[in-house]
């Protein structure tokens, strides 16, 4: 069962900020958020994670709302190679796989 | 710095044969996972392993077949493949609780 919902797609411009957003609505107290991209057929890389802080490092910031039912992905100045399916993942605390949904397919344009 | 390696990067079955999926995790990561990937669908969890022992256990068909050895490659066994078996498989290790999985660049299996 899918525990977070996507937008199947969105557009943006190159040069501005991507922002994607995740509804995690059922999300329970020791549940982590990971966000990981995947550029056509390589394997998911690893973007960033979170449990209930805003968390930033060089690829993204991830803002996660005070209910902790939803966040956003925020890809600050997004370039064509950022162009790549987009995965929220709602994670179980511990050595537990990445289960992942139907992701969102984030196209940059030139 | 040092990724997850599969080997073989690509492979061609024919229907009703064996294949080996080789896994070596980025050294000190103590858990494995392995996920398939078929054309136009989103990777699906198959099994995972920590310090050698199963932990979790997904949509792995019984004709599947994964361990973890001592040096912490895993290996994937797939007999009597099926035309329906042809993906992409992946391998992703992680050095400990709550902590980010890496991928490898995976195996495209072809069965023929």
New interface residues.
């Given amino acids: 069962d899918a525990k977070t919902t996507q937008p199947p797609s969105m557009d943006c411009a190159e040069g501005r900020a991507a922002n994607l957003p995740c509804n995690h609505s059922t999300i329970s107290g020791n549940e982590y958020v990971y966000w990981y991209r995947q550029i056509h057929s390589q394997g998911p890389q690893y973007i960033i994670h979170g449990l209930k802080n805003n968390e930033t490092n060089e690829m993204a910031s991830l803002i996660i709302t005070e209910d902790r039912k939803s966040s956003t992905l925020i890809l600050p100045h997004a370039t064509l190679r950022d162009t790549a399916v987009y995965y929220c993942i709602v994670r179980v605390a511990g050595n537990t796989p990445l289960v992942f949904g139907k992701g969102t397919r984030l196209s940059v344009i030139a | 710095a040092a990724g ?1 390696i599969q080997s073989p990067r690509h492979l061609i079955k024919e229907k009703r044969e064996t294949a080996t999926l080789k896994c070596y995790p980025i050294p000190r990561h103590d ?1 494995v ?1 392995w ?1 398939q990937q078929g054309p136009g669908q ?4 198959l099994i ?1 392993f ?1 310090e050698k022992m199963q ?2 256990k ?1 949509s792995i068909p019984d004709r599947f077949s994964a361990q973890q050895f001592s040096d912490y490659h895993s290996e994937l066994n797939m007999s009597s493949l099926e035309l329906g078996d042809s993906a ?1 498989y ?1 391998c ?1 290790s ?1 050095p ?3 902590t ?7 195996t495209r299996l072809t069965v023929v």
């Fill in positions: 997850v858990t996972y996920y989103d990777p699906q969890f995972s920590y932990s979790d997904g992409l992946f992703a992680s400990g609780p709550n980010e999985a890496f991928f490898g660049q995976g």
